[in-house]
Nanobody
Framework: QVQLVESGGGLVQPGGSLRLSCVAS????????MGWYRQAPGKQRELVAT???????NYADSVKGRFTISRDNAKTTVSLQMNSLEPEDTAVYYC???????????????WGQGTQVTVSS
């Protein structure tokens, strides 16, 4: 089994910063892309940012220039540095990873339990 554990959420004032981290562990042969998604109350889950094994990043237009996604050399940890936070960034943030558990399997999506980010004065 594969586990994704997030940390770093919390309450911050508008204009502030937070850093989210996610560590993958368990039966892992290889992790392909990793990323962050978010879901605000009453809305669908949406992509925030992704990063491939090779370091190629992709961002939602709403966070470009404010958020930075990164991945460690061991390729099992992904972080999201969030600056200039806005009330509209308030949501539960979920870590996602496309994981192969063996050479014989295709990648499957795994999700963390989510961490709450609240931007409010």
């Amino acid at each position: 089994q594969v586990q994704l554990v997030e940390s770093g959420g919390g309450l911050v004032q508008p204009g502030g910063s937070l850093r989210l981290s996610c560590v993958a562990s368990g039966m892992i042969f290889r992790i392909n892309a990793m990323g962050w998604y978010r879901q605000a109350p009453g809305k669908q889950r949406e992509l925030v940012a992704t990063v491939t094994t090779g370091g190629t990043t992709n961002y939602a237009d709403s966070v470009k220039g404010r958020f930075t996604i990164s991945r460690d050399n061991a390729k099992t940890t992904v972080s999201l540095q969030m600056n200039s936070l806005e009330p509209e960034d308030t949501a539960v943030y979920y870590c996602n990873a496309a994981v192969r558990i063996s050479t014989a399997t295709m990648p499957s999506d795994y999700w963390g339990q989510g961490t709450q980010v609240t931007v409010s004065s």
